[in-house]
């Protein structure tokens, strides 16, 4: 169980390295993007600033049409210089909602790495117990939200067990049949403890076999709870 849970700890440091480079490299790319970008872009008042330089060495310029035709001049560039500040602040948001995107993927990238690592975990450990909720007064035993009933006897067992191990305690079986049956440990016997287990493990790993292999289908009869497509016959 230490060496399960040590590498789950490593696989999430692992995982949580790479989200966090990725993340650095996505905003170091982006940045240098944007930077090349608007160095790149033609300044917004270039366009004035040369209607201006015409504006003095032209300043001969004196009928009515050429004044007018320096006046178009100017009010274009200003219309250029409008324009090319919203191409901008365009260019910015697309920059943004990139970046966004770009980190929603990447978040996603992970996730699923997480689940295709978790998903081998299942698969090379068999069934992996995330809940187990033990009730008493139904004497039944729930594994993963599946109920499965047992006699008073091993309802007793895996209390005592399940209490043992919230103390991370290990316990031989005559302790085992002191604690169920009250009495000191010194008068038990070490069977009588591994009896209780056996009957334990027969009761729940056979009502488990029923409920996820061989399954009980009422007036029919039995089948596998398994796809065909995995069942390989050598």
């Given at each position: ?54 504006f003095i060495a ?41 970046s966004a995107l ?133």
């Amino acid at each position: 169980m230490q060496d399960n849970s040590t590498s789950a700890s490593e696989a999430r440091r692992a995982g949580n390295r790479i989200v966090t480079l990725g993340l650095a490299g996505i905003i170091a790319i982006l940045g240098v993007t944007a930077v090349l970008l608007f160095r790149n872009l033609p300044d917004a008042n270039a366009f004035n600033m040369k209607v201006e330089a015409l504006f003095i060495a032209n300043d001969d310029l004196t009928t009515e049409a050429e004044i007018k035709l320096l006046e178009i001049l100017a009010q274009s560039g200003t219309a250029f210089s409008e324009t090319l500040a919203s191409y901008r602040v365009a260019i910015f948001v697309l920059l943004v909602f990139a970046s966004a995107l770009l980190i929603a993927a990447l978040a996603l990238l992970a996730m699923l790495v997480g689940l295709n690592r978790r998903m081998a975990q299942i698969e090379s450990s068999g069934i992996q117990v995330s809940s187990l909720l033990i009730s008493r007064e139904e004497n039944t035993v729930y594994l993963n939200n599946m109920g499965f009933k047992l006699t008073d006897a091993a309802m007793e067992t895996l209390s005592v067990l399940a209490e043992a191990r919230l103390d991370d305690d290990v316990l031989s079986g005559a302790e085992i049949e002191a604690i169920v049956s009250g009495r000191n440990a010194a008068d038990c016997d070490e069977a009588a403890g591994a009896t209780r287990i056996k009957r334990l493990r027969d009761t729940l790993g056979n009502q488990m076999v029923s409920e996820l292999l061989v399954k009980n289908i009422t007036r029919r009869g039995y089948m596998l709870a398994v796809d065909k497509d995995v069942i390989k016959v050598l």
